[in-house]
């Protein structure tokens, strides 16, 4: 079975200051991992995703994530953070078989001007 | 860019009665999905398709049908709406093969009384 946990449920930082949102998963082959943003009162949009090679992988609005298969973590960071970066951030997986997607139950970030 | 949409975007119904929740995609996506999202919950997946004819069920299927007629057109049916059946419902799309991202459509917020 395949699992994503986001232990963190709310994060509040300074605006300037590194952000990293947290994302764990369990599965059992190489798996496909993404990060979605919802701002507040919108639907979901595609951030980046990690599919194989480079470890580092850059998206939209200046976020990178990296993938540790060593332990099972896909986290999100971006330096240095905004206010319009508060918003709900969801990480989220894919197996290779096309198997259906599960999602992590979400981080919200607040980001104090 | 794909586009998605969803129809209506709100909805209030009677316990009993029938909701009929519409998606449609113009990117010519295989896959489709109906997620529902509350508060420390996430997104969990409801039900998903292949393509035109298919649908499989997701986390969450009890008390939910899909009907795929044709690759842009997925709906969500609730035959005897719940009040536990409130909450805001999200249709996306995405490429087949688990490796590309997923397009959200704007959500329909639904209520049962």
């Known amino acids: 079975a395949q699992s994503v946990d986001q232990p963190d449920a709310h994060v509040t930082l300074s605006e300037g200051a590194s952000l990293e949102l947290r994302c764990s998963y369990s599965?059992?082959?190489?798996?496909?991992l993404f990060w979605y943003v919802q701002y507040p009162g919108q639907s979901l949009q595609f951030l980046l995703k990690?599919?194989?090679?480079?470890?580092v992988v850059k998206g939209t609005k200046g976020f990178e994530a990296e993938f540790r298969k060593s332990n099972s973590s896909f986290n999100l960071k971006k330096s240095p953070a905004h206010w319009s970066d508060s918003a709900k951030y969801f990480c989220?997986?894919?197996?290779?078989?096309?198997?259906?997607?599960?999602f992590g139950a979400g981080t919200k970030l607040s980001v104090k001007p | 860019e794909a586009a998605v949409t969803q129809s209506p975007r709100n909805k209030v119904a009677v316990t009993g009665g029938k909701v009929t929740l519409s998606c449609n995609q113009t990117n010519n996506h295989n896959n489709m999905y109906w997620y529902r999202q509350d508060t420390g919950h996430g997104l969990r997946l409801i039900h998903y398709?292949?393509?035109?004819?298919?649908?499989e069920k997701g986390d969450i299927p009890d008390g939910y049908k899909a009907s795929r007629p044709s690759q842009e057109n997925f709906s969500l049916i609730l035959e005897l709406a719940t009040p536990s059946q409130t909450s805001v419902y999200f249709c996306?799309?995405?490429?087949?093969?688990?490796?590309?991202?997923?397009?959200f459509g704007p959500g329909t917020r639904l209520t049962v009384l």
């Open positions: 990690y599919i194989t090679g480079d470890t």
């Open positions: 989220a997986l894919e197996g290779r078989n096309n198997n259906a997607p599960r």
């Open positions: 599965y059992s082959a190489a798996p496909y």
């Open positions: 996306a799309s995405g490429d087949w093969g688990g490796y590309a991202e997923q397009f």
């Open positions: 398709s292949y393509g035109a004819g298919s649908t």
